[in-house]
Every structure is written in C-alpha cells, then in structure tokens.
C-alpha cells in the first residue's frame, strides 16, 4: 500500500519557533487532511483542505493544499508546549464511490526547554 | 456525548490465538476503519467497511477479519496467522458519501507475549 512521504521525520525547536512540514506524493488527492497525534491516543484533525491552491488556517496553523493536488505543507506559528506530538498527513481519493486515506509517516515534534 | 470507543486499552496474546478488538461508535457514521500503526510508521489500512454487512480489505489484511452486524460495530480480530501482532490498533469512523470528517478512537495496543 501506498504512503506518503512526510518530511521532515522528527524537529527539535524551542518554544516560540515557527515549524514547517510538509507531505508529498506520485498520486493526486481529491483532500488533503493533517491531524495530529499524542502519545496513547488516536488521531484529531487539525486542517482539512478540498481544493488545490488552497490556503486554510485554524488559529497558529496554516496549511495548503498543493496546486499540482500531490504536496501539502502545515505551518506552525509561535510553538508552545502542547504542540508537542506526532503530526500526520493523510490524503483522500475517492474513486467509484470508494474512499481511501492514505497517511504520511509522521514528523515528531519536539520542543527544547 | 458522541463518540467512537475502542476496547480494551492493553491487550496480551499468547502467540498462537486469536484475540478480537472491539470498537463501537455512536456518531451515527455509515463507514468505520482499521488501521495499524508500528513505531516511526504511518497509518496502515487493514479493513474497511463502509455499510452494515459489508466490508473490503486495505493495504494490509492479511491474519486479520472483521464483520459488520451492526452500524455501531466493528469488530477486528487478530488471528494466529497474523506473524506479527504487536501493535497499536486504531479505529475510525465517518459519515457517507464523501467528506473528511474521519474520527478516531483512541486505540488498542496488543502485545504477543
């Protein structure tokens, strides 16, 4: 099965810095989806993105769905200590009625005290 | 309050049995999913389904089933055939046709021993 390349694996920043990732694929996807994961727990969306070009925000998050529909990054502005967790892209194609989401491998963020 | 449970939290096998996961929503989803996920790894598909009495393989069923009796249930068990069963089991949930709004339990994590 397929998965995404997510990059970068794992960041270690200090609190206050911006953060980048971003997600690439060989497939187009109709959505793009970036969630967010603590140790223990299961996934919770943080960004869902539907048309290529677009650029949503959910408070210090920005994310864009590529215009080729193959790559998203996620931005985070102003890191602070509950940032911290592993962070998943998903991309969703739908074909005859069957949906499938395919994830990234995850970039784990770190903050430094 | 809504939501999609996963049961139990920890689970031991002794190698050579089989052992079923539960998972029950109460969102009203027509679709619920399985993945695994192993440490540095994304989310794999194991079994999907997508109306009560029906279900398709992912990426990875293999030692795996699953059944669909009810709308709020899906159970997945992990036969002896499954060569390598330790993991962390994630359930989720959504709304049909389309959308994005995939909701996650909080997972299983199962052990042979």
């Known amino acids: 099965g397929q998965q995404l390349n997510q990059s970068p694996q794992s960041m270690f920043i200090q609190e206050g810095e911006d953060v980048s990732m971003n997600c690439t694929s060989s497939?187009?996807?109709?959505?793009w989806l970036w969630y967010k994961q603590d140790p223990g727990e299961g996934p919770v969306l943080l960004i869902a993105?539907?048309?290529?070009?677009e650029l949503t925000s959910n408070g210090r998050l920005t994310a864009q769905f590529g215009i080729t529909r193959k790559d998203s990054f996620l931005n985070i502005s102003a890191s602070i200590p509950s940032d911290v967790g592993i962070y998943f892209c998903?991309?969703?194609?739908?074909?005859?009625?069957?949906?499938?989401?395919?994830f990234g491998t995850g970039t784990r963020l770190t903050i430094i005290p | 309050d809504g939501g999609i449970t996963q049961s139990p939290k920890y689970l031991f096998r002794k190698e050579g049995q089989n052992v079923t996961l539960s998972c029950e929503q109460n969102?009203?989803?027509?679709?619920m999913y399985w993945y695994r996920q192993d440490p540095g790894q994304g989310l794999r598909l194991i079994y999907y389904s997508q109306i009560v009495n029906d279900f398709q393989k992912g990426d990875i069923a293999e030692g795996y089933s699953v059944s669909r009796e009810k709308k709020e249930s899906f159970p997945l068990t992990v036969t002896s055939a499954q060569k390598n069963p330790t993991a962390f089991y994630l359930c989720?949930?959504?709304?049909?046709?389309?959308?994005?709004?995939?909701?996650f339990g909080s997972g299983t994590r199962l052990t042979v021993v």
């Open positions: 993105l539907y048309k290529a070009g």
């Open positions: 497939s187009i996807f109709n959505t």
């Open positions: 989720a949930s959504r709304y049909n046709p389309g959308g994005s709004g995939y909701t």
């Open positions: 969102l009203n989803h027509d679709a």
């Open positions: 998903a991309g969703l194609i739908s074909n005859f009625g069957n949906e499938k989401l395919t």
